[in-house]
């Protein structure tokens, strides 16, 4: 596949200018709110209850600047509420994010339930919707947008384009008079970019390739020599999407689907538009010689899908699940605004409010500050980092997350029960208290609470403010924390410099770029602190990178400590390594390579699996003489979740210790694995399922083909005959009897064309079905299936019916024919070797015996049953991934065969997690854990076990592990 030219940033700018157009249209943008929702109600409400966060398996939201929007509307009394209205609208970007913490096998068959449920039920109805060319409004379909009017010709004027590009509007003369464009109609409107189903196969080949070859966010160029490998397990390509016909979609909105960006599956609906005499680096072309016309694209529709094991997917789920919330009773889109008008003699009430969502409301589903904070916060550490997928965009991340910040800073001096509203804030973390003191914008005295909350749930309390002290002594060398204006960083903002785009090189200096983009001094102040202050946030995680290195010498002697406790006992007590240690000593030590001191944490967890309730007294009896044992305090214990810290004269770190046992552990590993059969059970079931009716349907076209000949040779016969004697006269006798019987041929074959035609709607609906993923976990999906057997049965009886009276052999044959496969057809007949409803009796009958349930099947309510078995796999699900979520530790060191011991040169015993293990635990500290950093320096450490954890190491791929850090 060849890769796409990239943008330039006059198509960057005009995207941004029609995206804007679009979304700044009241009509548009309810259209495409109604769309979302029902993308939200279709998910949801198939995925588990919107309003019980224990029972959703996945959430559908809107994130940015759009839904930052609709919250200031949740939260903003009332009388501000149409300010809001005129501001300017983004597009609307939706994040759907399953959870992580199901079985792997039943993450992957939801994945592709939504990818079914977006390509075939979501965007092509949108995309139908969406009219911008002149159609007749007769034939619209009901829910649709009609922009003929405002998007089929737009012109963008010169001062739209100077505000959006700035200096660089002198680059590009051939649009020095504006831009005037015109709606492109494409044929090949729906693309799917390298997707087959490897890439949403439960084994995760396609997560730990992107984790490979994705080294930022950016698409994969699967057709460089160095993927030859892996392009032998999935090829790539693109694939255009296609009606049943098998004939190309011809529409007024594009569908493209991409699976080939880092870390989320894309889908996106979008507009196109062209302007020909334009080249797309903004230069005058001849149109006579058709030269390549610029082509733009205004973005409808965004939705993403994070990947399994992508960090947003761990993070989000975990520490925002929780945040995410509907429009409340005061937002104007889900409140009606009624007024009353005179109409003849009536006073009636009306709909005033043209954005009213109605009912649909309660499925628009939105992030809160704090999640707004966190992604933009986040996004502007990927710009510091040079790792970000569009760092020209910096300056939006920056205006978000002030917002973000102040309103947080705001609600918190109001609210005692918030959590930045506690004297725990800036415990330990003395110096950023000082900060925060001495600062006077809102936004700013948030950000050094939100970073002290940072610090101190990821590294921990015990030596936390010497260690803030000393990394902001280094971050701010001459003025250190008296000077508010970080003067030591004014050469560096002078100076810095961002990625003018994501495909080049190219760079811009950030503060012309903040300069440029916001007028007032009060916002370039406030915007030049607030980059500042990340970047000072950036020196002091290098500190913490560095300050805390372990060498294996200061390892031997934690080993020790966790020899004295993992001793063969009646109960089998066991001390483990954690997953991040248990990285460095099995390289270490199984696969021969070099040891790796680097360690940012202040402290080392062990986990000691026990049935013994131990005291602080009865440990230090138990460990080495040279540690000295402290029970954690209830709070230390209540928020991070260790029992007890042990200290060592010759160490700088502390070990924390916390006491597991086993629990459910079993119960639940017995759940998952037969979770996985029943899934097993049920693809087999819905193969053979569309087997059968696909066989079912082959034979009804084979008979009555069939039939079609006995009556069109008595159609010939009976007119031959009566052409005879009308030719010749006489034979009044017969001549009755054989008009009659060329009648009744003809009725009959008039009928098999009728029942014909009934096939033939039959197989259409067949050929979608079988198109679509699981139909035994979608209710409407297996519905439309009985329903289209329903119908294939009604024909077989109408032929049976036909022919069980004709004394023609052939037709006897047939009707013989026709009565075998009508008790296959019959739903009582289940038990019969090679009835249609015989897969899914056996798939009912061990669903019953894997789930526990208590029903008997009756063939009469086959949907019924399934609709039973499909709500309590839901149930099981959600038990399962909240005890894995709220037990993780227990799930993972009391596994069976969770570790291994390993031995050094001295012949001391190591016990380590397994690759499993280890993958398991990193990934939840990822998931718990809020410092961009210490989660992207996780992520880091754990791609050589998420490669082994599948067996799926190849050369090719050891390589890419070692070329990314992860080998070392």
Request: aromatic share 10%; with cysteine.
């Amino acid at each position: 596949m060849a890769k796409s030219k990239a943008r330039t940033d006059l198509q960057r700018a005009v995207d941004d200018i029609l995206t804007g157009r679009i979304n700044n249209q009241v009509e548009a943008r309810m259209f495409i709110l109604k769309t979302i929702a029902r993308l939200s109600k279709n998910i949801q409400t198939r995925f588990g209850d919107i309003n019980d966060l224990n029972s959703q398996l996945v959430q559908v939201y809107i994130k940015g600047n759009s839904a930052l929007n609709l919250y200031k509307m949740n939260v903003t009394e009332d009388k501000k509420k149409k300010e809001l209205f005129d501001k300017k609208w983004s597009d609307f970007d939706n994040q759907i994010v399953i959870n992580p913490f199901l079985p792997k096998v039943w993450w992957y068959e939801i994945l592709n339930q939504i990818h079914d449920c977006i390509k075939n039920d979501i965007l092509p109805p949108a995309r139908d919707g969406f009219i911008i060319g002149k159609t007749d409004k007769s034939k619209l379909p009901k829910q649709n947008y009609d922009g003929s009017k405002t998007l089929k010709q737009i012109d963008i004027s010169d001062t739209e384009l100077k505000d959006e590009l700035k200096d660089d509007f002198k680059k590009y003369p051939g649009i020095a008079k504006g831009l005037p464009l015109e709606h492109q109609l494409k044929m090949q409107s729906n693309v799917l970019l390298c997707l087959s189903s490897e890439y949403l196969h439960p084994v995760n080949y396609f997560d730990n390739i992107r984790t490979l070859f994705a080294k930022k966010d950016k698409d994969i160029d699967f057709m460089k020599p160095e993927y030859s490998e892996a392009n032998e397990y999935f090829p790539p390509g693109v694939a255009v999407l296609k009606d049943f016909r098998g004939k190309k979609v011809k529409k007024d909105s594009s569908i493209w689907i991409n699976t080939t960006i880092g870390k989320f599956l894309l889908y996106r609906l979008i507009a196109r538009y062209k302007k020909p005499g334009l080249s797309f680096e903004g230069q005058v072309n001849r149109e006579d010689i058709n030269a390549e016309a610029a082509k733009f694209r205004g973005e409808i529709i965004d939705i993403s899908i994070p990947r399994r094991e992508s960090e947003e997917t761990l993070n989000q789920w975990v520490r925002f699940s929780k945040n995410i919330q509907g429009l409340t009773k005061n937002n104007p889109y889900f409140v009606p605004d009624n007024k009353i008008v005179q109409r003849g003699m009536k006073r009636v009430h009306i709909q005033a409010n043209p954005r009213y969502l109605g009912d649909n409301g309660q499925y628009i589903r939105i992030p809160d500050f704090e999640y707004q904070l966190e992604e933009n916060i986040n996004m502007i550490n990927e710009v510091l980092t040079d790792t970000s997928g569009s760092p020209h965009k910096f300056y939006k991340r920056l205006t978000r997350g002030y917002a973000a910040l102040t309103a947080i800073e705001q609600i918190s001096q109001v609210d005692d029960d918030h959590p930045l509203n506690n004297s725990k804030v800036f415990k330990e973390a003395l110096d950023l208290e000082a900060l925060y003191d001495k600062s006077t914008q809102s936004g700013i005295k948030c950000f050094f609470k939100q970073f002290s909350r940072t610090l101190r749930f990821d590294y921990f309390t015990p030596l936390l403010d010497d260690t803030i002290s000393l990394a902001l002594k280094q971050a701010l060398p001459k003025t250190g924390i008296a000077d508010l204006e970080f003067s030591d960083y004014s050469d560096w903002y002078d100076s810095f410099e961002v990625k003018a785009g994501n495909d080049t090189e190219e760079k811009i200096n950030a503060k012309a770029v903040i300069t440029a983009k916001f007028n007032k001094d009060e916002e370039q102040k406030q915007m030049k602190q607030l980059l500042i202050c990340t970047q000072v946030g950036h020196k002091v995680n290098e500190v913490l990178a560095t300050k805390f290195k372990l060498p294996f010498a200061k390892l031997e002697i934690i080993n020790a400590l966790r020899i004295s406790l993992d001793k063969s006992k009646p109960d089998n007590q066991k001390v483990f390594f954690d997953g991040i240690l248990s990285t460095k000593l099995d390289k270490y030590l199984r696969l021969g390579r070099a040891y790796d001191e680097s360690y940012p944490l202040p402290v080392v967890p062990l986990y000691l699996l026990t049935k013994k309730a131990y005291s602080a007294e009865e440990l230090q009896e138990e460990v080495p003489k040279d540690w000295t044992v402290a029970k954690a305090t209830s709070g230390q214990k209540q928020d991070y979740g260790y029992d007890f810290l042990l200290k060592h004269k010759d160490l700088d770190h502390i070990v924390v210790l916390k006491l597991l046992a086993a629990g459910d552990n079993a119960k639940w590993q017995n759940i998952e694995q037969k979770l996985e059969e029943l899934l097993v059970w049920q693809h087999a079931s819905h193969q053979l399922l569309l087997a059968r009716a696909d066989n079912s349907i082959n034979c009804l076209y084979t008979l009555i083909t069939q039939l079609k000949k006995p009556y069109e040779s008595k159609i010939k016969n009976n007119q031959r005959m009566l052409d005879y004697f009308d030719e010749v006269g006489g034979f009044a006798a017969l001549y009755p009897i054989v008009s009659s019987n060329l009648a009744k041929a003809k009725d009959n074959a008039g009928l098999v064309e009728v029942v014909f035609g009934a096939l033939t709607e039959a197989k259409e609906q067949f050929h979608e079905l079988s198109q679509r993923s699981n139909l035994l976990y979608c209710n409407d999906k297996f519905q439309e299936f009985t329903l289209m057997i329903d119908l294939l049965a009604l024909i077989t009886d109408k032929l049976e019916d036909m022919t069980k009276t004709s004394k023609d052999k052939a037709v006897q044959h047939i009707h013989a024919a026709l009565l075998k496969l009508q008790a296959s057809m019959q739903p009582a007949n289940y038990q019969q070797e090679g009835n249609l409803y015989q897969p899914l009796a056996e798939y009912l009958t061990n669903g019953k015996k894997l789930l526990a349930m208590d029903l008997d099947i009756d063939p009469k309510n086959f949907y019924d049953y399934v609709k039973a078995i499909i709500a309590e796999v839901k149930t099981q699900l959600a038990g399962y991934a909240k005890y894995k979520k709220d037990n993780i530790h227990a799930s993972i060191f009391a596994a069976e065969k969770s570790s291994r011991l390993l031995v050094d040169d001295n012949g001391k015993l190591y016990r380590v997690l397994l690759e499993k293990g280890i993958a398991d635990y990193i990934d939840y500290r990822i998931a718990t854990a809020r410092d961009f950093y210490l989660i992207h320096w996780l992520d880091k450490s754990r791609i050589h076990y998420k490669m082994n954890a599948v067996s799926f190491t190849t050369n090719l791929t050891q390589k890419a592990i070692d070329a990314a850090g992860g080998g070392k």
